[in-house]
Structures are given as structure tokens and as C-alpha cells.
């Protein structure tokens, strides 16, 4: 059975006239009649009957015919995808900064809650290393960026507040300032600040804020590093989350004139995909969920 064959066929099932069906299908008549016998003969049993004035299907004709629509039908769907090419996943590049990446397990979270949400979509995280605009991330790949709001976005930037920014300042009990509740800069003086590499840009802003206080800031590869000096009381561990490895009551709140500006999602306004509005939603609830649990 050929392909030929099954077109020949379905041109006179639907027309049930061999002139008509010839012509549609560029033939002659002898040659399609040629084709529905030496079919009719590899099946074993006729498939029309004819007569001088009509042709009609018989009953195994009109069985033939579902198995032969059906072909058609996936062959070309077949051409079809051929045509369109490999099908492509969606890719969905989502950058957020370093330390809470590193840090704060609301991003295994989202990225866990948008895997079952978008199991089609391909997602890619990304760590900020400096403090560029928005709109400048946006434009070079990346599809949604959590970032400080540290100055106004144009109008073709969408910012959703996901939660104020603050920073904690790690004392254990051994530190003079252990049984202080929040902090100001003033308390700071003379103390030495550690933070991580991860934290430079967050702390490069503080910096800017506190540079009349008279205090030493410390870059360590890890606070691990400098874990016994903090427990002695002379360090102070600095970070933006509450990270979950250490002591709650360690953690005090710093009061700084560092505008209280909100950590925010941004995402281009004209970029409408529905995997954009889940990715708004569930970073929304992720976030919040995290502020419920003095995290952030």
C-alpha cells in the first residue's frame, strides 16, 4: 500500500465521481483507475462498486476510508511539526542578590513553588555581583530582577515591594552590645563589622551612610573564619537576613539613615507572559511568608 494509493482512494471516496477525482489529483483516468484496482487487490475485496452512472463505496469502503482519513490526518501533522521545527521550552531568567541567594532558603523556596508551578518553563538563576539599574539588567538578559529600589524606574519598568530592607548586626552574649535591642550607628563606634564578600555591594551603601562613625569594617571569605573573635565579643557579624544558623536573640536590628527603601521584583511592563504573573505572585507569597517568620 503507498501513499499514492491511499490519495487516489480518498479522492474518489469523497468525490465518488473518477473524473472529478482524476482532475483534482493531476491524473488520468486510466491511471486512476489503475490505482483503486491494484489496491482493492493487495486488500483482497472491492472497495466501490461501479456502475455507468454512479460509483459508491462499498462496506469495506467505507471502513477503509476511517483508516485512510486517519492517515491523512497524521501525516500531516507530521509536516506540520516538521515545518515548525524542535518545539523550544520557555526559559525564564530570574536575578536576585548574592547574599540572600547564599543566605535565606525563601529562594530554594520560589524556585521549588515555580518548578510545580511552570514545569514547562526552563528557569535560570542569576547573583547579582554590583548595584546597576534595573533597567540595564533588563536589558541584558534577564527577565525579572529582586533588587533595593535605591532611586525612581521609568514607566516601562514594573516594580512590585516584596519587603522593607533592613540589616541585622550579629553580638553573642559576650559583646558589651548583647543586651541592646536595636542598634544605632553611634553604638558602632570603635567596634570592628564583619561581613562577607557576598554582602560588599549591601555594605559599600552602608558605608556611604555611616562614614563619620570611627569603626573598622572587616571582609572575611566566612564568618567561620572569625566565629571565635565574635563569640569573645570582639566582632560583630553583619547581615542583611536573619539567617537561620544562628541564635535568634543575636540578632539586632540596625537603625540607619539608610533610606528604608523596599526590596522590590522588577520585570519589563510590556512583557506580558503568563509565566511572568506566576513568577509576580509566588515571589509575593514566598516573601511575605518570610517576613511572617522574622527572616527578612
Known sequence: MTDRQIRCFLALYETLNFSAAARQLFLTQP??????????????????????????????????????????????????????????REKLVLQVPLTMASRDLVYHDLLMALSQELPDCDLEV?????????????????????QILLEPVSDAIDC?????????????????????????????AGQTICFESCDAVFVSMLRRCMEDIPLRWLMVPDFEKEYVRML????????????????????????????????CLFTRKDDT??????????TLAEHRRAVADGRL
Open 273 to 282: 507572559r503568563p509565566c511572568l504573573q506566576v513568577l509576580r505572585q509566588l
Open 126 to 146: 542569576r547573583t547579582d555581583t554590583s548595584c546597576t539599574s534595573p533597567e540595564e539588567v533588563l536589558q541584558s538578559g534577564v527577565d525579572a530582577l529582586i
Open 160 to 188: 512590585l515591594p516584596l519587603f522593607d530592607t533592613k540589616c541585622h548586626l550579629l553580638a553573642s552574649p559576650g559583646s558589651p552590645l548583647s543586651a541592646c535591642g536595636t542598634l544605632t550607628p553611634d553604638q558602632l
Open 31 to 88: 491511471t486512476l483507475s489503475y490505482q483503486i484496482r491494484t489496491l482493492e487487490e493487495e486488500l483482497g475485496t472491492p472497495l466501490f462498486t461501479r456502475t455507468t452512472c454512479r460509483v459508491e463505496p462499498t462496506e469495506a469502503g467505507q471502513l477503509f476510508a476511517a483508516f485512510a482519513q486517519n492517515v491523512r490526518q497524521s501525516y500531516q501533522a507530521f509536516q506540520h511539526a516538521l515545518a515548525a521545527g524542535p518545539a523550544r
Open 232 to 263: 569573645a565579643g570582639k566582632c560583630l557579624f553583619l547581615s542583611p537576613v536573619r539567617s537561620h544558623g544562628y541564635p535568634p536573640e543575636w540578632f539586632h536590628p540596625l537603625s540607619f539613615p539608610f533610606p528604608p527603601a523596599p526590596t
